[in-house]
């Protein structure tokens, strides 16, 4: 097991909300509780989220996952399956908790509870249930952490997989998989504020890591159906076509939620320099678009 070079001075929290209650109007409550929806987001947890944080190299850290207290008995029992692993930790809470609300005080009575040593700091890292952290995510967090207060690490490259394919995505200013360094005595964890928003509470570390992908996000049917208008255009704008092999060598996750390499190379150099093609496109707009607004 590696260990941080401050591990003494702070703990460190991976939070993930799996079907708590919410107030958007695109997720309804009685969504979060519907066998089926469970039964896929849970699919996508077993192929991605959980294996690939079961595996983290450095195991100096705590996942606390909340689910709705009204969750059934029997997929409660399902759930009792990742408690084998000591660092995961199931919280059943009646609140609600989105991004619209400020955290809720149950929910960081629930991270204080289970902090494991007196420290001055806590470091709590954002995580959705149907995406993947590299293997050495939460080292690569740690070694950002020099007792920072109100300090975010982003970021910025990871991986996106959609339609099978696998797609090297840009993703700066607060993405969903940001972590936020407090002072223990008063901190409100990463879910304080939407992911977008967090620099607003004190500054953003954007870290350049293109040679080290840190994450996985996983675009299916159900998330891009639910989030803002222009998600999936964004997303590919920002996104040039990978390789398969590169989530193999750096993600520890099921093989069922691996595609089949690529087996046309020719198909597979066309669609890559097509992206790149869209990605130069987007960015020369980008900046257009900006000097337009200076000059305003």
Known sequence: MVLSKEMSSFNHFVLTRFNVKSTKKDRPNHLNLDGDWLESRLKLFDNFCYPSVQGQSNQNFKWIVFFNIDTSDAFKEKIKKYSKWKNFIPAYISCVFND????????????RANMTMESEYVITT???TDDALCKNFVQMVQDNFVEQDGVSINFIYGYVLYDNKLYLRRYPQGNPFISLIEKTEAFKGVFRLSHQRLYEIGSMKNIKNRQ???????????????????FLKTTMNQSVRQSIKNLRSSF??????????????????AEQAFSIFRFLKARINLRRRLRFLLKL
């Not at 159900?222 to 989030?227: R, S, Y």
């Not at 520890?252 to 150099?269: H, M, S, T, V, Y």
């Open 100 to 111: 619209i609300e400020k955290i809720p005080e149950e929910a960081l009575e629930i991270i």
């Open 126 to 128: 954002r995580l959705d």
């Open 212 to 230: 080290t992908p840190a994450w996985l996000q996983i675009l299916h049917e159900a998330n891009i159906a639910q989030t803002r208008s222009g």
């Open 252 to 269: 520890l996750i099921n093989d069922a939620g691996i595609p089949i390499q690529e087996k046309n190379l020719l198909k597979f150099r």
